[in-house]
Structures are given as C-alpha cells and as structure tokens.
C-alpha cells in the first residue's frame, strides 16, 4: 500500500539556501499540505523505501520554484495584452511558481481598494501560478494605500516619469513626500520607475533623427534620467528612513556608485535589474526592430557587464522580467518604428535559460541565480516564510531542470498571449523538465502539457 501522506524527491544537485552549489539530498514532501516537511542532505535514494513513492532525478537539478517580482498581466482592462491565464502559464512553463502582478496597464490600476477587488476577482480561478500583487502610488491616492496595505498588497509602484498610460499618473516629490507620510512605519516598499527628466535645456538635441533606430530611442532615455531620479530617491529617504525604497529594472550602470554610496550609509534601498539588460545589449539590437524597446533602454555591452559585476557584489539584489508586452499593432512591427512603439519587452518563461546560459560563462553557480530569482524576490514581496527556497515548512514548489539541455527560443516555445519577444532565436541552456507547485506537477516539460485538473494557483 502506498502511503498517501508524503513522496520523496531524490537528486544529486539539490540547490539549498545556504550553500554556494547543488548537493545531494532527499526532499520529502507532504501531499495534503503542498509543504517540504523535511529534507535528508547529503543523500540520495534510489528507490521506494517501503510505502513511500521516490521520485528520483538522478543528476538533474532540484530547484525552488521561481518568484518573479515584477510581471504585468494587465488584466481586467487590456486582457488582449496579457492575462492570468496565459501569463501564469507562460510562468510555469519557466519554472516560475510565482508572479507578482504589476499596478498599471491593466484598467482600472490597482491604486484604490475598489479597484484592487475588481483585480482579484479577475484573477479568480485563472491562475496556474500563485500570484501575490503590488499596488499603485498615484498623484492624490495616499488615502487608499493603508486599506490597500490591510487587504493585502505587497507594497506600491510610483512612476518618476511618465509612465505610457494616462490612468497612471508619475508623481512629483510634493506627491511622493505625502506617500511616504502615509507609509512610514507600515510593512511595505515604495517601488520606483527611477527615469526623472532633468531641465529642459540640458536636452538640446534637435537634429532630426531616424525612429526607426535603435541609436535614437537610446538616446531619448539617456543615464541621466536614472541618475537624476535615484538621487532624488536617496535624497528622500534620508529624511524618511524607516520605509525600504526599491528601484524596479536598473539598466544604467551610472547609477552604481549612488546606489552603493546609500547602501553604505545604511539607507534601506534594494535595486532589480531584468534578464533582457543582463543578456542583451545595444550593439546587438537591429534598427527597426521595436521588440527590443523597453525603459530603461538596453544600453552598451560595458554597462551590462558593470550590471553583472554589481549583481554579483550585492549593490543589485535580485532579477527580475518586467514581462511587459502589447498588442502587436502597439509595437508597430511593420513600420520599425522603435520610437513610437509601445516600450516592454515580453520573456515570461525564459529567465532561468537565459540566465544560467550567461550567468555560466561568468562563473555564477545554480545556487547564485536561485537567490536573484527566488530568495530575494520572495523576500522583497514578503512572501519569504513560504516561498523562495528549499527548506522545511516552505511550499513545495520546486522545478526539475535540466541544466545542460538546450533550446532555440521560437513562437512555438512561449505560453504567453503575444508571442513576440526580443529573444526569439536565440539558443538557451537549460530546460525546465516538471514544474511542481505546492506538491502538485503542474506542468511537464517533457511532454509540453499542464495540469489536468486545471489552474492551483492562489492569490497570496
Ligand atoms: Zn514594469
């Protein structure tokens, strides 16, 4: 008989919280519960032992699920964007038991309590992945964050610059100074779009230039915007320092030494950077080509390798997709216009790949990129006590990868509802074999196929 309670999954390379590289261990998980209720290291078994079911992987690695902290499913409102359902399926297939719901692109944004209601009970039913969700900090919403903070949202995005819709207004800092009043002493994070427009004279280009070029989209968002715009956020938080302030996808390496220079006066400042600034750059980007248009822009190759040198000294914390895509009329493919595209870049699936694909040849362990994409992140949403990692009492939500398959990246390959993304083509290391989420298989890579029994994600 076949004892219902628990199974065991058994792998050579189990990569744990608290070590630098995979290691063999046992982890036994508790079937009515979805939670690991131990884990033997430094062991392997081969078979069952007695009642119990043993899944064992062999060399394949054992990782905790994914905890992607920064995704717009844009839904209600723009569901033909994205939705719950094709995005947290695109999420699965990518070995991501998580996702984090953006405020803004879905209509309503989810600045107002009324509004945050309406946002769940879309995602209600819809969602093969857990997803948990920030709120919007606004011109005039102060009053709605506390109720928002109490019914459960993670913390608040605010925009510096404007942000590409018209129902999510960027503040200013006499807006900002009355957000951060409301949230001083809360249990939350103010999240920065950290893109600020200096003076005007200081832009005095003119010269007609080609929008169909990536050079001209680069140099309409020059690093000075993110300089100018963490200064300010430094500067504030020096006169509120008990509120963590979080800049979402750094791309200009300029901001490095500002960002270290807080961090060693104790300012409680964290900083994401994104997959597509970490494995793509300027020079690789063809003119016309409106898929690679995100803000921040990708920048030079130097600049990423500073972002990658920062992230593995800690000034960056984690990794993040800022999955952000359109329609495709929006991203006016036909016509190149990188200018006038909509700017976002669509990977939803692909982090790990790409990831460990760049991250290996710089020397960065399985262990490394686990942290940046789940540990930290579950940390930075205040889910760490049940997600983020392999350890006792935490969901069993855990992926089995292949560390050493490849893959091209093609329409075929991507779950989400838009199917164009800046890294078609491109051949990945790593493959995502079985997706478990609260012990449950819920998708299979093997055979490309989702749960039959249908969306277990829950709204956290
Ligand atoms: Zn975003």
Same mark, same amino acid.
């Given at each position: 008989?076949v004892?219902?309670? =628990?199974f $065991?999954?058994?792998s ?21 519960t ?7 290291r ?8 007695g009642?119990?079911? =043993? ?7 054992v990782?905790p ?62 969602c ?13 919403n102060?009053k ?5 903070i109490?019914?459960g949202?993670?913390?608040? &995005? ?10 999510f ?43 169909t070029?990536?050079e ?16 300010l ?8 320092? *008990? ?7 750094l ?6 030494p ?12 964290? =900083? ?35 972002l990658?040198?920062a992230?593995?000294?800690g000034?960056?914390?984690f990794v993040? *997709? ?8 929006? &991203? $006016? ?9 909509w ?20 020397g960065?362990?399985?262990?490394h ?11 930075h949403?205040g889910?760490?006590?049940? $997600?983020?990692?392999?350890a ?17 990246v ?7 509802k ?21 012990? *449950? ?20």
């Amino acid at each position: 008989m076949v004892n219902p309670q =628990v199974f $065991k999954i058994s792998s050579k390379n189990v990569v744990l919280p608290d070590v630098e590289t995979p290691q063999a261990a046992v982890i036994t998980v508790n079937i009515d519960t979805g939670k690991i209720v131990d884990i033997e290291r430094g062991t392997e078994n081969h078979s069952s032992q007695g009642d119990i079911q =043993v899944i064992d992987v062999g060399t394949k690695f054992v990782l905790p699920g994914v905890v992607d902290a920064h995704v717009h499913l844009n839904e209600p409102g723009r569901t033909d964007w994205e939705g719950f359902w094709t995005g947290t399926r695109a999420a699965i297939s990518g070995g991501i038991t998580t996702v984090v719901d953006m405020p803004l692109n879905s209509i309503p944004p989810t600045t107002t309590l009324e509004n945050f209601h309406l946002k769940k009970a879309s995602a209600e039913g819809q969602c093969w992945a857990d997803v948990a969700f920030w709120g919007g900090a606004i011109p005039g919403n102060q009053k709605d964050l506390k109720p928002l903070i109490a019914a459960g949202v993670k913390g608040f &995005k605010c925009f510096l610059i404007e942000s590409g819709v018209e129902e999510f207004p960027c503040v200013d800092e006499h807006d900002l100074r009355n957000h951060l009043e409301q949230l001083q002493g809360e249990p939350t994070v103010l999240l920065f779009h950290a893109e600020l427009e200096g003076s005007p004279c200081s832009t005095e280009e003119t010269l007609p230039l080609n929008p169909t070029h990536y050079e001209t989209f680069l140099s309409s968002r020059p690093d000075s915007l993110e300089v100018n715009a963490i200064s300010l956020i430094t500067r504030l938080q020096e006169e509120y320092p *008990s509120l963590r302030c979080h800049i979402v996808h750094l791309s200009s390496s300029y901001a490095l030494p500002i960002i270290r220079a807080a961090k060693s006066r104790g300012l409680k400042l964290t =900083v994401e950077t994104c997959f597509h600034y970490l494995c793509l750059f300027a020079g690789m980007i063809p003119n016309g080509h409106p898929e690679f248009k995100c803000c921040p822009p990708i920048r030079d190759d130097n600049n990423r390798e500073l972002l990658w040198q920062a992230l593995v000294d800690g000034t960056i914390d984690f990794v993040v *997709s800022d999955h952000s895509p359109c329609i495709t009329e929006l &991203k $006016k493919l036909e016509e190149g216009d990188v200018m006038g595209a909509w700017g976002g870049i669509s990977s939803l699936g692909l982090g790990l790949s790409l990831l460990w694909t760049e991250g290996r040849k710089r020397g960065v362990t399985m262990n490394h990129i686990m942290s940046w994409v789940s540990r930290k992140t579950a940390e930075h949403a205040g889910l760490s006590e049940t $997600k983020g990692s392999i350890a006792i009492g935490y969901d069993a939500d855990l992926v089995i990868w292949d560390p050493e398959a490849e893959f091209k990246v093609s329409v075929e390959s991507l779950y989400f509802k838009n199917k164009l993304s800046a890294f078609e083509g491109m051949t990945l290391r790593g493959v995502v074999l079985q997706t478990f989420l609260r012990g *449950s298989v819920v998708y299979d890579g093997v055979k490309k196929s989702f749960d039959a029994v249908g969306p277990r994600g829950k709204l956290l």
